[in-house]
Structures are given as C-alpha cells and as structure tokens.
C-alpha cells in the first residue's frame, strides 16, 4: 500500500493498516539540528508532502521570511524578524486608513503557478500530496492592517473592511479553483483562530464574517475531488462543529488547548485529526514517558477506523530526542 | 450616571464614555467615585465576561479605548486631588520575542484596574526591566513570552530583578507558560490570561 492510498484510508475511515505520519518543519530545526534531522527524516518517512510551488512571474517579496531582519510578503506586508528560523511580526500596518482599501495590491502572480511541475511532482511520488497554504483570510487581514487595528476594526467593521475581504476572497477563491486543477490530494487553508483558552472573536462573529469563506473553499476542494485540510492554532471548540459541517477532512489544531476527551466524545469518526502533539510544552520540556501518555490519549480519543495522522511540528525549541518519541510512540500503538 | 458610564464603556462607546464623565464631574459627583465606581468597574465586568468567553478580544479592545478615553478626562481631577494609581506595573515582552498583542491586552485591563503601567515594550533585555523598576518605584514586575524558546529569558529577569535588591513580585505569562515553569524560575505568579492577570496582580499586592 503506497502512502498515498494510507492517507486517503485514514480520511475516509477505512480502517489503515497504520497510522500515516507527518512532521512539520520550521527552518529552526534545519539550522540547529541538521544531522538529527536527517535520521528523524530516514527512520520515519513523512506520508503526506506538500507540493513546490513555482511560478511562472516572480512573487514580489523581499528579504527572507525566517531570518532576523526586514521580510516583505507578496502582498506588501512588512515582517519585522530577530530570529532565526522563526516567523517575525507586523508592526507598521500597510493599510492605515480603510478609505485606501483599493490601494492594497492582490498579489496576482500566485495565479501564475507552474501546473505542470505541481503534476509533475504528484506523480513522481507515491505520498499524498497536498497543495501550498491558500486562503488565509483572517491572518493575511491582520499582516495588511496589524492584529490590534484589525480586532477593533472588526468590533463594528466598516464597509470597506467588507469590501476588501472580498476582494480577498475573489483572490483565494481563483487560486484555490487554480490549484484544485492540477493532481495534488488535498487542498490546504489556515488561520489561527483561537488563543490558548478561548477564539479570539467571538464565534457568532465567526459564523456571520469568516464560515462562509471557509465554505467557498471546502465546496471548491470537494467539487474537483480533493480533500480540505487546514490548520488552526489556539483553543477553537467553539467552532469545530462548523468545519465539520462544512465538510472539513482534516484539521490540524492545538489538541492540548483543549479537552481532548471530550474533543473524541463529540468529533471522533466525523473528521481527521492530522496532529498534534503538544509543542507549548511536551515537545521542548517533555519527558519520553509524558510523550508516549500524549500520544496515547490522542489515539484513544480520535482513532475510529482511521481518522488520525500523526503529526508533530519541529520548530523552535523542540528537542529532536522528542520528535523521535512521539513517531516510536506512534508506531507502538 | 456611574451604572451608565459602566454601560457604556462595556460597549465601547468612547465618545458616550467622554460625555458621561464630564457630566458627572459637572455634576459634583466625586473623581474617586467616577474612576473606580464608573470606569474601573466597568472595566471588571469587562473582566468577568471575558474570562466566561462572553466577550473576545475586539470588544475588550474597544472597551479598553472607551476607558483610556473616559480616564484622560479624568486625569487633571486626578492629579489636582492627588489620587494615586492602585500600584505601579512594569510591563514588557521579554529579549528575543517581538510578540506584544497579549501584553498590550494585559496592559490596557491592568490600567483599566486602575494601575499605571510603564510599558517597556518588545524583546526587552533582563537589565532593562530591573532599571525601569527601580526608576519608577514599580509595585510588580510583568513578564510575557510567546515562544518555548523566549520564555527561558524570564528566569534571567527575575534573577536581574532580585539583583538588584528589589523585593517586588515578579508576574509571567504568554501561550506557553505554566505556573509550574512559574515556580521553576522562582517568578511570584502566573496569569493566564488578561483578565486573570488583573487578578493575579491584585492578590499579589495583597490589594
């Protein structure tokens, strides 16, 4: 059985001779544990990859992304980073006045993705594949106008809030239809919606402003016969009923946010949990024995015939002794 | 007039805020009366419902500048009485971590509890946060971090703070601390979350 056909059992609860893994890395892990990595690498082989995006016309940033420094987006933001191998921050908005909405450019060059090199790598592996990061609505909102402006704008939104959101939209709409087009398994979206105890809106809020956009890009996934995987961080309860009746496959969310028995008492067998294991604390701090109880509880609160990958993130201040605990607790279930 | 004032500001009407406030001063009511019965009272209900998640961070954050609003109207009376802020707080994000959106939330309920904060700001070294204690008398020292690999600078500002022969509590948080890395690094309490730390850092001055 290839990976690919591993992963696909597990999303639709077919009972998989194993559980499918994943790890995810952050440039800090590359430059401070590169051999470590490459046995992790070796001895545990990822079943899901993501696919190079390349681009016909040049994206226009600047800087690098996970370096000290000044980092551009596609968009215009401006990340200010100090340090290595970590996302920075935005500290000046780019929108300071909504009435110059208009003036926020759509980076327009993500719609010139090399397909063929995209089918090319599907089908050169044998793993699932999923596509780059699409809609980002929320978080992208945030980079244009800085998190402080953004939630009080959205205390009682202007119209051109509205109006560039859909904007936004439109965008990630098209190149989430762009990539659906080509061979990749699963169609990836993210935004961070929860803080460590709560959402960070409130869900009503949530349901009124952002579900609907969420939908537009499962409906999307779905029509052309792909998966819909995103990624949320924070404690996001409150709103896991909504992805799960829009159709979510799978979600990769801070588990040890939240309660996580209960979270298998009400979601397990509706929708995949692809990871985690706890990197606040177990992943940096933890001990073998704390790592291999999480695991554990994961697996008894969500495997039902599948609907588990085993997912773990090697990012900053993770120790790589703990990354190899968590796969070997995986493999020992 | 006070419950108003409370109303108003738990709906994060700065300009209605404004109004009442000078309408209760014109009305004789007394500064003290205003501030802690009108603004910081409705600042703590504020805490109550967002604690229960019956309220999120953009109405926190309006409410906030409804307040901020309301205490500048205040501030002269404040000043011409020689009413005193309930304690000192020094606040800032620890050396390395740029991160502030959760300290900026604890800092505006922290003044909206009535304190007066002195915000260092981001990625602030350990020797900082001993001088702006010492330069302004600060009743606590508030600490936040992020990330798991910024939040082991915490422990080398407690230890700057005792060096410095200052006896004040020291308060963390932020996403990855725990009270249990609290007592590890020998901090004297431990928030998690805006509201709580309003809590925490009354009953860490025994207010």
């Known amino acids: ?277 706890d990197r606040q604390y177990l992943l940096s701090r933890g001990t073998r024995e704390e790592i291999r109880e999480a695991v554990r509880r994961v697996r008894d609160a969500f495997f039902s015939h599948g609907g588990v990958i085993a997912q773990c993130e090697f990012g900053p201040g993770a120790r790589p002794e703990n990354i190899v605990a968590v796969f070997e607790a995986w493999e020992a279930t | 007039m006070l419950n108003e004032i409370q109303e108003a500001l738990l709906k994060g009407k700065k300009t209605e805020v404004e109004t009442l406030v000078d309408q209760a001063l014109s009305s004789g009511l007394p500064t003290a009366r205003i501030l802690n019965e009108g603004l910081i009272a409705g600042m703590e209900k504020l805490g109550i419902l967002f604690k229960n998640n019956e309220v999120f961070i953009p109405e926190v954050l309006v409410a906030a500048r409804a307040m901020n609003a309301g205490l500048a109207k205040l501030e002269p009376y404040l000043v011409k009485e020689g009413i005193q802020p309930k304690g000192v707080v020094v606040i800032g994000t620890v050396k390395g971590d740029l991160h502030d959106i959760g300290k900026n939330l604890v800092a505006m309920m922290l003044r909206g509890a009535g304190y007066k904060i002195v915000d260092l700001g981001i990625d602030v070294p350990a020797e900082k946060f001993a001088a702006a204690a010492k330069e302004h008398q600060a009743s606590i020292v508030g600490l936040s971090a992020l990330l798991t690999t910024t939040m082991i600078q915490m422990k080398g500002v407690v230890e700057a703070i005792r060096a410095a022969g200052l006896r004040i509590p020291v308060v963390i948080g932020g996403a990855p601390v725990t009270r249990e890395y609290a007592v590890e690094i020998k901090a004297d309490g431990y928030a998690p979350d805006a509201a709580s730390a309003v809590e925490e850092v009354g009953k860490l001055l025994g207010l």
């Not at chain 1, 590169?34 to 990859?49: N, S």
């Not at chain 1, 051109?160 to 762009?178: A, I, K, N």
């Not at chain 1, 803080?195 to 779905?222: C, G, M, T």
């Not at chain 1, 996580?260 to 294991?277: V, Y």
């Open chain 1, 1 to 277: 059985m290839t990976s690919r056909e591993l992963v696909r059992q597990s999303l639709e609860f077919f009972a998989p001779p194993r559980i499918p893994r994943q790890l995810w890395l952050l440039p800090w892990a590359e430059d401070h544990y590169p051999e470590e990595l490459a046995r992790i690498r070796k001895k545990f082989p990822d079943d899901i990859l993501n696919a190079p995006a390349s681009y016909r016309q040049p994206l226009p940033t600047s800087g690098e992304e996970y370096s000290p420094g000044i980092y551009v987006d596609e968009w215009g933001c401006v990340f200010e980073n100090r340090q290595k191998g970590a996302m920075g921050e935005v500290k000046e908005p780019l929108l300071r006045d909504w009435r110059d909405w208009e003036a926020v450019r759509i980076p327009r060059e993500r719609l010139s993705l090399d397909e063929d090199s995209v089918n090319d790598f599907c089908r050169a592996h044998e793993e699932f594949v999923l596509s780059r990061v699409l809609g980002r609505p929320f978080e992208q909102l945030q980079f244009i106008r800085r998190p402080d402006n953004l939630y009080l704008d959205l205390a009682a939104p202007f119209p051109e809030f509205f109006r560039l959101l859909r904007r936004m939209h439109d965008f990630y709409c098209e190149e989430t239809e762009l990539w659906a087009g080509t061979e990749v398994d699963g169609l990836v979206f993210m935004d961070d919606w929860g803080s460590q105890h709560s959402l960070l809106i409130s869900p009503d809020l949530w349901r009124k402003v952002f579900k609907p956009l969420y939908r537009d890009y499962i409906d999307i996934a779905h029509r052309h016969g792909k998966y819909a995987f995103m990624h949320s961080d924070g404690q996001i309860e409150a709103i896991l009923p909504d992805l799960i009746e829009l159709g979510l496959d799978a979600l990769n969310s801070q588990l040890f946010c939240m309660d996580i028995e209960e979270l298998g008492r009400r979601f397990r067998g509706r929708l995949t949990f692809w990871g985690e294991i």
